[in-house]
């Protein structure tokens, strides 16, 4: 089964920087990673920043101005740049993608800040 996957979590310490990738696990599979999304311990997942088909970028307040979202587009692979980073910004962060007219998601990777 063809799916999302992302790479790049790990645990750094506040201020610090961490880079996501997503990639369908297949190279080249026709799956379309368009943006992130995060859940948190006992809450809701949340977007993080998305782009939308217009090619505009969507992104939470809470993050603006410190995660980048930005892609390569030959390589069909989405990156998340996250810098000056927070302990609240802990959380499993979710890669979604289109495939055809269906929504695709990734099994997740665990970012934790802490020092």
């Known amino acids: 089964q063809v799916q999302l996957v992302e790479s790049g979590g790990g645990l750094v310490q506040p201020g610090e920087s961490l880079r996501l990738s997503c990639a369908a696990s297949i190279t080249n599979f026709p799956i379309n990673p368009m943006g992130w999304y995060r859940q948190a311990p006992e809450k809701e997942r949340e977007l993080v920043a998305t782009?939308?088909?217009?090619?505009?970028?969507e992104d939470a307040d809470s993050v603006e101005d410190r995660f980048i979202i930005y892609r390569n587009k030959a390589r069909n692979t989405l990156f998340l740049r996250m810098n000056a980073m927070k302990p609240e910004d802990t959380a499993v962060y979710y890669c979604?993608?289109?495939?055809?007219?269906?929504?695709?998601w990734g099994q997740g990777t665990q970012v934790n800040v802490s020092s």
């Open positions: 782009f939308n088909r217009d090619g505009s970028i």
């Open positions: 979604r993608g289109n495939y055809g007219s269906a929504l695709v």
